[in-house]
């Protein structure tokens, strides 16, 4: 998903869900890159180094949660304070949830991930020294049965900073499902009403920054056919990306340090787009 910027028609789409980038303004564009967005709705581990192999028996061995086919069950409300365990193809990282920051975004994102909506997931957007971003199901019934379910808008009371995480939107009151991690400080952001609900702990963002970013914003990854086709899309034409295992919400916090996994293949610096 990319996340629209809410900046009217100068604005960017970063993290699409439907449209994949709109326009930002000069100041934004030059800082940043392009704005998180979703598509718009008009048209948007310790698994250990493992290789492509092992991505795709993972996409294909699990089934989904039932329980995601009704969203308009999933209201439960968040602890005060919750953490989430997310193993990956680069490593394990937690986050750290404090729902006084965004309510209503940390009540979305407990529910996801009480029934397991970002396992087998992509991380099908990643701009070097930007964002990363994921959220888009692997299942395209799991996919189709959340659209729609917007949730509004929560004020901005924590600034986007690196290793903060973020819904991706497509306008005003449009969250979902997809969200991003800040790799720098991106602090335009919160004057477009993106609202940080979660933190990277410790080490953990040694592992973010390790996830796939050389296929970049022009590679032609199409997010309305990530929904359409799941998974499989995007292993068939985009084999590199990184995988979200599992997310799973932890009962207390983990005995030891995140544990980045050292990456196989060199990568070339890339400026953001």
């Known amino acids: 998903m990319s996340v629209s910027q809410k900046m009217g028609k100068s604005a960017v789409a970063v993290l699409v869900c439907t449209t994949w980038i709109a326009t930002i303004s000069a100041t934004a564009a030059t800082a940043q890159g392009q704005a998180p967005a979703q598509q718009q709705k008009t048209a948007p581990k310790s698994g250990g180094a493992q290789g492509t192999t092992t991505k795709k028996t993972a996409s294909t061995a699990r ?15 968040a602890p005060e304070e919750y953490k989430v365990k997310f193993v990956t193809t680069r490593g394990e990282f937690t986050i750290n949830v404090t729902r006084a920051w965004a ?130 899309y995007l292993d068939k034409g985009f084999p590199k990306l990184d995988i979200i295992q599992s997310a799973t919400l932890l009962t207390s916090a983990p005995a030891t340090a995140s544990k980045p996994v050292p990456p196989k293949r060199a990568t070339t610096t890339k400026k953001p787009q």
Request: cysteine-free; charged content about 25%.
């Open 103 to 232: 309510p209503l975004g940390a009540d979305r994102f407990y529910n996801l991930v009480k029934h397991h909506f970002y396992d087998n997931a992509s991380v099908f957007r990643a701009v070097p020294t930007f964002v990363a971003q994921f959220g888009i199901s692997a299942y395209p019934a799991v996919t189709k049965a959340w659209k729609g379910t917007d949730i509004k808008d929560d004020p901005v009371t924590q600034s986007n900073k690196k290793g903060y995480i973020t819904f991706a939107t497509a306008g005003p009151d449009t969250r979902t499902t997809q969200v991003f991690i800040n790799l720098k400080d991106n602090a335009p952001l919160d004057r477009q009403g993106f609202a940080p609900f979660g933190v990277v702990e410790g080490d953990g963002m040694k592992v973010v920054e390790m996830f796939y970013d050389q296929y970049g914003d022009n590679a032609g990854i199409d997010q309305s056919k990530i929904e359409a086709e799941g998974k499989a």
């Open 63 to 77: 089934a989904y949660d039932r329980a995601l086919l009704r969203p308009a069950l999933l209201k439960d409300k």
